[in-house]
């Protein structure tokens, strides 16, 4: 049987870390699609320059760990003469992970999108970046709406990186009460089923968004 009095004598410290996520969630969730926008949209732009730039930065950021990238900004930057504390170095870190994710699941939506859609909208005289924002975007970001959907549930649950470099998430405060209370199984489960009250209602909505775009095309 679980303990509640574990839950019960540190909700307050449950809650604060619980905001914390969602806040660091929120944040780098919005972030990450913009940059991911912006990356996908230089993947398949007509400038090999741009080409180059958005297929580095995807392959180099996929390829190594989110914990790298999160202790870059918290131990390296302070080298370089600058400083973030761990819950910013945290939701950098998911920001620039996450868009790379993203940007791929938004590259394979545009694709998909017919080209003469492309050469309507040119010929109409938009500009290529009217084009992308104005028809070729809206039409991707509904195709990949399940991928993107994932990317955003995978974002609140790697959100337990700030737990590692002090980033005051619900991670940390777990590993709080766990050392406080000597602990550990029924702590972390209280810790899962705060990270299970975000993740469920999320993938639930992303199924609604799924079906009434189904039902709308």
Do not use: H, W
Not at 28 to 45: D, K, P
Not at 172 to 198: E, K, P, R
């Amino acid at each position: 049987m679980l303990d509640f009095t574990i839950l019960t004598n540190n909700l307050d410290v449950y809650l604060e870390g619980f905001g914390n996520t969602v806040k660091a969630s929120v944040i780098a969730l919005i972030c990450s699609f913009v940059l991911g926008v912006i990356i996908a949209v230089m993947r398949i732009a007509p400038v090999k320059i741009l080409n180059a730039a958005g297929a580095i930065y995807v392959e180099f950021v996929r390829n190594i760990p989110l914990i790298l990238i999160a202790f870059f900004f918290y131990y390296g930057l302070p080298a370089l003469g600058s400083r973030l504390d761990g819950y910013q170095s945290g939701t950098v870190a998911l920001t620039i992970y996450t868009a790379a994710f993203i940007a791929e699941a938004v590259r394979a939506g545009i694709q998909s999108v017919d080209k003469g859609q492309m050469e309507a909208a040119r010929a109409s005289g938009l500009t290529y970046l009217q084009s992308m924002r104005f028809v070729i975007l809206p039409q991707a970001i509904k195709i990949v709406i399940p991928p993107l959907g994932n990317q955003f549930i995978n974002l609140v649950k790697n959100s337990s990186i700030l737990g590692v470099i002090a980033g005051l998430d619900l991670m940390y405060f777990g590993d709080s009460v766990a050392s406080a209370t000597y602990v550990t199984f029924d702590t972390y489960i209280f810790v899962a089923m705060f990270y299970l009250v975000l993740t469920i209602p999320l993938s639930l909505f992303v199924g609604y968004l799924e079906r009434r775009l189904a039902v709308s095309g």
